[in-house]
């Protein structure tokens, strides 16, 4: 049985100190929260076609939202402003993913392509593989809401995380790669590959990794869109198991709050979320 059912289009949950879990519908264009134990669920808010989703010390939700393409700042109340459309003069295009730094920047992926000339009418472009996609990380002071390009060329920008070495992952979709930056006062050094999540015995169709978290063993757990695992990665990148969703549209995941070992994933296909038993507590998040 899932943790939630019903849900469209899912992404981006976050652990809340209550035991409830905020998440993403990009399919109703909402923030939602879902109770402890599954069984209740709220509106937080209709912001537009959200995507990704953040949570600051303050209790106030960071929404990587995609149409109209925005960073939102949310109030748990579910008063929210579009506070950033763009980079200097040039415009977001699909924000995707969010999360904290240890210096207390907000960090964003920015895709570089949209949904609809991805996958026009729904249907993944023949030239996915090749098409030109300039991915980008953005650096955002929470209070100023100062913007700063990172790093670019990624080849579809998706999930992002600090691991416990204080270097940046980031998923690069088309290639399957996770790669590693290390990170320094907000600086980013050059990119290595980490690892790569896409199981070489499935079907080559689109597919690759989406949103992920570590665990405090330093262990990678990142959602596979169109493969319908969780491929879980050691410290050195090398696939140490995969645990299988029901759905093959595998979007994200994140651990329960405090000592809990569960891992809580978003799956497109069957609009959950679920729930499984990690064995590691999740790496705490900078908030």
């Known amino acids: 049985m899932p943790f939630a059912d019903d849900l469209q289009r899912p992404e981006g949950p976050v652990a809340l100190p209550d035991g409830s879990i905020a998440l993403v519908e990009g399919g109703r264009g909402c923030v939602s929260e879902i109770g402890p134990g599954g ?18 010390r303050d209790g106030v939700f960071w929404v990587a939202d995609t149409r109209p393409p925005a960073l939102i700042r949310l109030e748990p109340d579910g008063r929210f402003e579009r506070v950033l459309t763009s980079s200097g003069e040039e415009p977001f295009v699909y924000p995707n993913d969010l999360c904290f730094g240890p210096d207390g920047m907000l960090y964003m992926t920015e895709s570089g392509i949209s949904d609809d000339d991805l996958a026009p009418g729904g249907a993944f472009r023949d030239d996915w593989r090749t098409v030109a996609i300039d991915g980008r ?6 209070r100023s809401l100062e913007i700063e390009p990172l790093t670019g060329g990624i080849r579809y920008a998706n999930g992002l995380a600090f ?6 992952y980031v ?3 088309l290639s399957g790669a996770i790669l590693r930056y290390e990170w320094e006062d907000g600086s980013l050094g050059p990119a290595s590959v980490f690892g790569n999540v896409n199981d ?5 169709d689109f597919r690759g990794p989406d949103g992920m978290a570590f665990d405090v063993d330093g262990n990678l757990y990142v959602a596979v869109f169109g493969q319908g695992d969780v491929t879980v990665l050691d410290p050195q990148g090398e696939v140490m198991r995969r645990i299988e969703t029901p759905g093959k549209q ?7 709050f405090g000592d809990s070992e569960d891992i809580y994933v978003t799956e497109y296909e069957r609009g959950h979320l679920e729930r499984f038993d990690a064995g590691a507590r999740g790496l705490p998040l900078w908030t």
């Open 39 to 56: 069984e209740s669920r709220r509106t937080v808010a209709v912001t537009g076609e959200p995507n990704g989703l953040a949570v600051d």
């Open 137 to 142: 990380v953005y650096r955002i002071d929470p």
């Open 163 to 168: 691991g416990p070495d204080n270097a940046l």
């Open 171 to 173: 998923a690069e979709t």
């Open 200 to 204: 070489p015995a499935k079907p080559d």
């Open 250 to 256: 595998t979007t994200n995941v994140c651990f329960g």
